[in-house]
């Protein structure tokens, strides 16, 4: 069962830089590591996925080290509008790799821009 | 391009009353279905997922239940509302065919609150 370990809350300023640590030591071979972004009263929306190494697109990137028991979310320039509850989310799978759709999601971090 | 629609927004039940949210989705075929429910500023607890019709996995016991009448239908249900129902619902659709690299895409939530 691959679970996630994230910081309950992080604080930052608007201008700069977050990087958001998520821990998955049993991840599996096969698993990709997505990480949502969650507004209050509204469903989570998709960042960014990665399987390895780094990932980038126009609203975050995601760094993966080789071992891929972690991964770290990395915000640029952040403002008031980036906070929000952040999800680091791994697939889960049986013993025969076959997905059965079963995401799990952990507690997540709060992150909190500051004026 | 694909849709997912889940009501109603906001419920106010009576405990010991029956309860029946759906979603739907449009634009894809065979998802992914998922209901998850999030108590207030907490983390999203998976309830039930469904690869396909009638394929319904459930994740915690209690007096909730879910069905899949059809391929993009997906109904969560209890016949009798505990006050520890309250909460807010999220129904999901992950693509099915990329197993491992599945996406969720979010419904807009009901919020319920059992009196």
């Known amino acids: 069962l691959a679970k996630t370990t994230q910081p309950i809350s992080m604080d930052s300023y608007e201008g700069q830089e977050v990087n958001i640590t998520c821990s998955h030591n049993?991840?599996?071979?096969?698993?990709?590591i997505t990480w949502y972004q969650q507004f209050p009263s509204q469903g989570p929306r998709f960042i960014i996925q990665?399987?390895?190494t780094k990932v980038t697109n126009e609203v975050a990137s995601l760094f993966i080290p080789a071992d891929r028991k972690s991964s770290t979310l990395s915000l640029p320039r952040v403002s008031l509008s980036d906070t929000a509850v952040y999800y680091c989310?791994?697939?889960?799978?049986?013993?025969?790799?076959?997905?059965?759709?079963?995401?799990?999601f952990g507690q997540g971090t709060i992150l909190t821009v500051h004026p | 391009s694909q849709t997912i629609h889940q009501w109603p927004a906001t419920l106010v039940q009576p405990v010991g009353s029956p309860l029946s949210l759906e979603c739907t989705v449009e634009?894809?075929?065979?998802?992914?279905l998922y209901w998850y429910r999030q108590a207030a500023g907490r983390g999203l607890q998976l309830l039930f997922y469904?690869?396909?019709?009638?394929?319904i996995s459930s994740e915690v016991p209690q007096n909730l239940s879910a069905s899949r009448p059809q391929d993009r239908q997906f109904i969560l249900s209890s016949k009798k509302l505990l006050l520890s129902d309250s909460g807010f619902y999220l129904c999901?659709?992950?693509?099915?065919?990329?197993?491992?690299?599945?996406?969720?895409?979010f419904g807009s939530g009901t919020q319920l609150s059992v009196l």
């Open positions: 999901a659709w992950s693509v099915r065919f990329r197993a491992t690299n599945e996406k969720l895409f």
């Open positions: 469904s690869v396909g019709i009638g394929q």
């Open positions: 990665g399987y390895k």
């Open positions: 989310l791994v697939g889960d799978y049986n013993a025969g790799g076959t997905s059965y759709g079963k995401l799990t």
């Open positions: 634009g894809t075929s065979n998802p992914n």
């Open positions: 049993n991840i599996a071979t096969n698993d990709y």
